[in-house]
């Protein structure tokens, strides 16, 4: 499940009618701290998201989210989107699972993705990915990319949800 909303950079902070309203979400350090929004009953998951640069063979070349529970699934992802490379870096399934946003093939450099923050609620944990794509005055290298971010998350039993917040950066 997505939630899209284009922000845009600071400089562009005056909104205009026809618009979406600017606003910031803060960029915590990695690694991404889970935010309570309500008091988490006792023996809910009450950790962080780490990222794991073993998963960097990763080249998805659609846009997607996705969250991965099991060695089975893990093993299919990884032999479908790092051909090529050994087998699947190991996790712990047991107490993890693995959560990547890719942003897909991109014609140049100057894109970027990042886990921003991961809130849980009582019903959910929501992660909320931040996509940053070059505006038409930015200066991109010729190449052409693959933007990602994977990791971990403890297991849970709440539903997992995705939120994408993406940015035009601003380069005039």
């Not at 600017?22 to 780490?50: E, H, I, M, N, Y």
């Not at 693959?146 to 971990?152: E, H, L, Q, T």
Request: net charge neutral.
């Amino acid at each position: 499940m997505f939630t899209e909303a284009i922000i845009p950079s600071e400089e562009d902070a005056t909104p205009t009618p026809s618009s979406p309203t600017p606003r910031t979400v803060d960029a915590s350090p990695t690694p991404t701290q889970l935010v309570k929004s309500s008091p988490t009953p006792a023996g809910t998951v009450d950790a962080s998201f780490t990222a794991r640069t073993d998963f960097g063979a990763l080249q998805v070349k659609e846009p997607k989210t996705t969250i991965i529970k099991t060695s089975a699934e893990w093993s299919s992802f990884w032999a479908t989107y790092a051909q090529g490379m050994p087998t699947a870096p190991e996790v712990d399934f047991s107490k993890h699972y693995v959560v990547g946003a890719f942003m897909g093939t991109k014609p140049s450099g100057g894109y970027s993705i990042s886990i921003e923050k991961i809130v849980e609620t009582a019903q959910e944990v929501k992660i909320i990915v931040r996509e940053v794509s070059p505006g038409p005055t930015c200066l991109t290298t010729t190449v052409i990319t693959n933007p990602r971010v994977a990791g971990v998350i403890p297991k849970t039993s709440k539903t997992v949800v995705f939120e994408k917040i993406q940015e035009v950066k601003k380069c005039d």
